[in-house]
């Protein structure tokens, strides 16, 4: 199993980044995906979340500002993530899941940085 995420960086208060997250070695349409993030220090949170029917969750923090997708024919899952804030930076976690354990598989993390 691996999860291969992708695309974050430095970028300025009020910009955007989408993430990408690629994933092999288990049935993709068959599970729950998550973007998760953490700071050193703060504890884990979960920022997106998307069902295997398309369904889709956000934090408080981030409602109306990203977007979780997926695409079943190409084993991936993105987030994409508009008027970004400091409060923003973290490592950005994709994670796979099914039925009442949502967080089996982790990718490696990319790291988000906001400059103000």
């Known amino acids: 199993v691996q999860l291969q995420a992708s695309g974050g960086g430095l970028v300025q208060a009020g910009g955007s980044l989408r993430l990408s997250c690629t994933a092999s070695g288990f049935t993709f349409r068959n599970y729950v995906l998550s973007w998760y993030r953490q700071t050193p220090g703060k504890q884990r949170e979960l920022v997106a979340r998307i069902t295997t029917g398309g369904n889709k969750n956000y934090a408080d923090s981030v409602r109306g500002r990203f977007t979780i997708t997926r695409d079943n024919a190409e084993n991936t899952v993105y987030l994409q993530m508009s008027s970004l804030e400091p409060d923003d930076t973290a490592v950005y976690y994709c994670?796979?899941?099914?039925?009442?354990?949502?967080?089996?598989?982790w990718g490696q993390g990319t790291q988000v940085t906001v400059s103000s």
């Open positions: 994670v796979a899941g099914r039925g009442s354990y949502l967080a089996q598989f």
